[in-house]
């Protein structure tokens, strides 16, 4: 008998290089520093493969040693990078992490700003079951924004699973800007991920219940209430299920865990409060770092 085919997500967006202090201080104030690779789709693919599925994660990267390096960490990890494209006239981007005061982004003119409707075009979607995408990419460049668009119409005619994370991330673009472009994206998708305050920025939606009423026809609909907890909404009904209780030590690349977690729930048929709870377990981990995925398997 045949061994049945183990189950695949492609991730696909911009991961940069991520500079954290090694210890819990300020940027001003560290004496070492972490060099670690970040990005939010690459993390959803890096938790998708702790939990022991296949994870591939696509996007370009700077033809040089951060790009390079960035590639190395997330193959140590599990993740196929083996399809990425490499630019030897732009940079891999670079962001640095301030522990407990947000982070600070260097990523204009990026290698990953120059992906185009071409690069959607040529990938292979054959295998595929999930496809994770975020908003991000929409946020990067107009060109990014045709790829991504052109890539979840490519997705959703070949049959694959698109699971989009809204990810609005203020310091590319603001919410008036935002707003309809990520809506319309996420209207696209078979599985939402948005945080409630999120959403309210963006669509003026309080609750988790109005953001379901903005978005009724998503097939999963799940909203992230910080450390309350977390509301999915599939054509089952509505499923909470709380946060964990842990102490916090950094929260950027929680939303990212949470989706791996996920989707790493999902990929293995999953019930939906399992899937809920897969999310917050893998969230409660990060939230315990100083860099966006933690060491160690899920599986």
């Known amino acids: 008998m045949n061994a049945p085919r183990p189950r695949t997500l492609l991730a696909v967006g911009e991961t940069m290089a991520m500079i954290v202090p090694s210890v819990f201080t300020s940027v001003v104030d560290a004496a070492f520093f972490l060099v670690e690779a970040g990005g939010a789709e690459s993390n959803v693919a890096t938790h998708v493969a702790s939990a022991g599925h296949r994870a591939v994660w696509f996007s370009r990267l700077?033809?040089?040693?951060?790009?390079?390096?960035?590639?190395?960490?997330?193959?140590?990890r599990g993740v196929d990078v083996s399809t990425v494209g490499w630019d030897d006239t732009r940079p891999?981007?670079?962001?640095?992490?301030?522990?407990?005061?947000?982070?600070?982004?260097?990523?204009?003119?990026?290698?990953?700003?120059?992906?185009?409707?071409?690069?959607?075009?040529?990938?292979?979607?054959?295998?595929?079951?999930?496809?994770?995408?975020?908003?991000?990419?929409?946020?990067?460049?107009?060109t990014a924004r045709e790829f991504l668009e052109q890539l979840m119409r490519r997705a959703r005619e070949a049959g694959?699973?698109?699971?989009?994370d809204v990810n609005h991330r203020l310091p590319l673009w603001d919410a008036a800007a935002?707003?309809?472009?990520?809506?319309?994206?996420?209207?696209?998708?078979?599985?939402?991920?948005?945080?409630?305050?999120?959403?309210?920025?963006?669509?003026?939606?309080?609750?988790?219940?109005?953001?379901?009423?903005?978005?009724?026809?998503?097939?999963?609909?799940?909203?992230?209430?910080?450390?309350?907890?977390?509301?999915a909404f599939t054509g089952e009904g509505r499923v909470f299920v709380p946060a964990l209780v842990v102490d916090v030590v950094e929260p950027?690349?929680?939303?990212?865990?949470?989706?791996?977690?996920?989707?790493?729930?999902?990929?293995?048929?999953?019930?939906?409060?399992?899937?809920?709870?897969?999310?917050?377990?893998?969230?409660?981990?990060?939230?315990?770092?100083?860099?966006?995925t933690v060491e160690g398997s899920y599986a």
Do not use: C
Request: net charge negative; proline share 2%.
């Open 178 to 231: 935002a707003a309809p472009v990520l809506l319309a994206l996420a209207q696209r998708a078979d599985t939402v991920f948005t945080g409630r305050d999120e959403a309210e920025t963006l669509w003026a939606t309080a609750t988790a219940d109005d953001v379901r009423t903005l978005l009724p026809d998503v097939d999963e609909l799940v909203v992230k209430d910080g450390d309350v907890g977390a509301t």
């Open 62 to 76: 700077g033809s040089d040693p951060l790009g390079h390096r960035v590639a190395q960490q997330l193959r140590s």
């Open 160 to 164: 694959v699973r698109i699971s989009f």
């Open 92 to 142: 891999t981007g670079v962001y640095v992490k301030n522990p407990g005061a947000g982070v600070t982004y260097y990523r204009r003119g990026s290698a990953a700003s120059a992906l185009s409707r071409s690069d959607a075009d040529d990938i292979d979607l054959a295998g595929v079951d999930v496809l994770h995408v975020s908003g991000i990419t929409a946020a990067i460049s107009d």
């Open 252 to 292: 950027v690349g929680a939303g990212d865990a949470f989706a791996g977690g996920y989707v790493a729930a999902l990929l293995s048929d999953a019930s939906t409060r399992d899937r809920l709870t897969a999310g917050h377990a893998f969230a409660a981990r990060t939230l315990m770092s100083l860099t966006d």
